[in-house]
């Protein structure tokens, strides 16, 4: 992919406080999209505060495309239940990951990204120097559902075959 300008790996850390869409719990597992790329975590069962701890790596044409992440519950005999789903940009990462980094300490927070109501952000989301590379770390507020949660950290990752950032 000659267009690639690097790889995103986003750590689907857990849900927290899901919707129930089984009797008492959910089965619930997370599906990342962005443009035609689909990846997907496994399946947790019995739980509506999930520990996924899966990395999936996206490959970046264009940075300016929204990330889709969606909750599903999994179900045996009917389709999958939607449990909520929210959306993200990749653009403030982007830009700090084009400053310059190399003399900061760690734990260093380079840019701070406000919760408001365009974003699906459920708090103020830090974007900070960790062993020598950058991180974003995010909890998202699911829409088009009563309750839920999904945290979840960025991290850029060149190639050396990509066009770099």
């Known amino acids: 992919m000659e267009n690639m300008l690097g790889l995103l790996r986003i750590h689907i850390q857990r849900g927290v406080n899901l919707a129930v869409r089984d009797m008492r719990s959910s089965d619930p597992y997370v599906i990342v999209k962005m443009s035609k790329q689909k990846l997907k975590t496994r399946v947790v069962k019995k ?9 999936l790596t996206l490959s970046i044409v264009d940075p300016s495309l929204p990330i889709l992440v969606s909750v599903y519950d999994k179900d045996t005999f009917s389709f999958d239940d939607k449990m909520g789903d929210a959306q993200f940009e990749i653009g403030p990462f982007i830009k700090a990951m084009k400053m310059n980094f190399q ?7 380079i840019s701070k990204v406000q919760a408001n109501k365009q ?6 989301s830090c974007i900070i120097y960790s062993k020598g590379k950058l991180v974003q770390n ?3 507020r699911l829409k088009n559902v ?19 950032l």
């Open 119 to 124: 974003n699906c952000l459920a708090e103020e």
């Open 47 to 55: 739980s509506v505060n999930p520990e996924w701890n899966e990395q």
């Open 103 to 109: 003399d900061l300490q760690d734990g260093a927070i």
């Open 138 to 140: 995010m909890v998202l």
């Open 146 to 164: 009563e309750c839920g949660e999904v945290e979840l950290q960025l991290q850029w990752i060149d190639i050396p075959s990509s066009k770099g």
